[in-house]
């Protein structure tokens, strides 16, 4: 059989992937990392919670400065973390 336009496996996958849905769902999956890299290592080593329920991210952190100091940076985190996933992923920020 011969085929007009084949298209290779991994350009079938690109798309796959590039769907809003799908690309949504995976960098959901890769928040966690975002934030390792938005914080740096001696936050993200305190970060004891780390929940994202209907667009509110639950940050739970160890040490009490630490806590400060995210909760006043909280916009910030929200906008670094939208822009790093490319999409509208969190909403608000609830740091505890």
């Known amino acids: 059989m011969k ?13 796959f992937f590039e769907r809003p ?3 949504r769902q995976i960098a959901e999956g890769r928040l966690p990392e975002y934030w390792r890299e ?3 290592e001696h936050i993200a080593s305190l970060t004891t919670e ?3 329920e209907r667009g509110i991210l639950y940050i739970g ?6 806590r400060q100091e ?5 916009d910030e985190l929200m906008m670094r973390l939208n822009d790093r996933a490319k999409f509208r992923i969190v909403n608000a920020i609830i740091i505890r």
């Open 50 to 52: 780390f929940r994202l």
């Open 3 to 15: 085929r007009n336009s084949p298209k290779l496996i991994g350009d079938i996958l690109k798309e």
């Open 38 to 40: 938005i914080v740096g």
């Open 21 to 23: 849905y799908i690309a």
């Open 70 to 74: 995210m909760f006043y940076r909280r």
């Open 61 to 66: 952190i160890a040490s009490g400065v630490a």
